[in-house]
């Protein structure tokens, strides 16, 4: 079998300059994207029953809570992969993964909390899905944390994919806390193979959010990656190219 | 589909729990904005410490040069 797509995929320079090209769409596609649903979201989806205006938080709440969660596992994958093959490039991704986790984890927090005060009558609980939650925020710190922590960069790497491998254990607890201990968080709506249990009229804009957000994650995840990438090969002269060469 | 407010007080009201729902808004495109103008900016002080350590090298490669040629005609008359 032709391994080479593989070794070339490790090198930081192919990349580079492979992905440089997708970057003006995906982020035309996440404004474009996020900025309709937001605006469908806030205004024209009709209020509900029970909850009144609140629930127009679900409109980030959901896609920034879906993205969190699906971001661990590319976290934790690009790192099992660094530390498999050592490939400098996974190690790159998985710190980008990091921080754009640790951002989409703390809005999902604070707009729950935000929707938990006129709903449920109060910002914080401590039950099962908020705290698996914020258990969650946490992992993304202290992999931040420690990919900073060691001096020499290859010890930080290992370190810091060896925790974002053993977190991995948190992620089926965030997905069935609302099955397993009766809460006040809702159950899940939002079915792939049953219907859903959502309005379509309600349904419609949170799906183009949750796309949006796709993008902008997408999106992010390579800019962060990118910048990474030339840090660590600033000795380069393909990094040096790219840095003083114009955009 | 159509504006589901009456007028902007009203939409900015939101009977009450609009306070809620743009404080989430704005501190979500706040963070989303962030998080995507950040590499932008590490990558120009990456930039701008990359002109620096090129102006050191630059800079000591004068150095040395201009020791050595002022050396150069001391050293060479000394064994003579």
């Known amino acids: 079998m032709n391994w080479q797509w593989f070794h070339r995929l490790g090198s930081p320079r192919w990349f580079y300059q492979k992905t440089g090209a997708w970057l003006p769409w995906l982020a035309l596609a996440s404004v474009v994207l996020l900025s309709v649903g937001s605006v469908w979201g806030l205004g024209f989806v009709y209020e509900h029953g029970q909850q009144g205006n609140s629930y127009r938080i679900i409109y980030i709440h959901v896609p920034a809570a879906l993205l969190a969660l699906a971001g661990y596992y590319v976290m934790a994958i690009s790192g099992a992969i660094g530390l498999i093959w050592r490939m400098k490039l996974s190690f790159a991704v998985m710190r980008a993964a990091a921080s754009i986790g640790a951002v989409l984890s703390f809005i999902c927090l604070v707009t729950g909390s935000l929707w938990g005060k006129p709903t449920w009558g109060t910002y914080w609980e401590w039950e099962a899905r908020m705290t698996s939650m914020l258990i969650l925020l946490f992992l993304y710190i202290g992999v931040i944390a420690l990919s900073h922590a060691a001096s020499r960069e290859q010890s930080a790497d290992k370190a810091s994919a060896l925790l974002a491998l053993v977190g991995t254990v948190n992620i089926p607890i965030i997905y069935w806390s609302v099955n397993w201990w009766n809460s006040l968080h809702q159950r899940a709506t939002l079915r792939v193979i049953e219907e859903s249990r959502i309005d379509p009229v309600m349904f419609y804009p949170l799906l183009i959010m949750i796309i949006g957000f796709y993008c902008m994650y997408a999106w992010t995840l390579l800019t962060h990656t990118r910048t990474l990438l030339l840090k660590r090969e600033m000795r380069t002269k393909w990094a040096q190219d790219e840095l003083l060469g114009g955009r | ?80």
Do not use: C
């Open chain 2, 1 to 80: 589909m159509e504006f589901q407010f009456a007028n902007l007080s009203e939409f900015l009201t939101m009977g009450g729990h609009g306070i809620f729902v743009w404080v989430s808004y704005l501190m979500t495109f706040l963070a989303l904005v962030g998080m995507a103008i950040y590499p932008r900016i590490a990558r120009r002080r990456l930039q701008s410490e990359l002109l620096r350590q090129q102006k050191n090298a630059q800079r000591r490669r004068r150095a040395v040069s201009e020791r050595t040629a002022t050396k150069a005609p001391d050293l060479a008359k000394e064994p003579a």
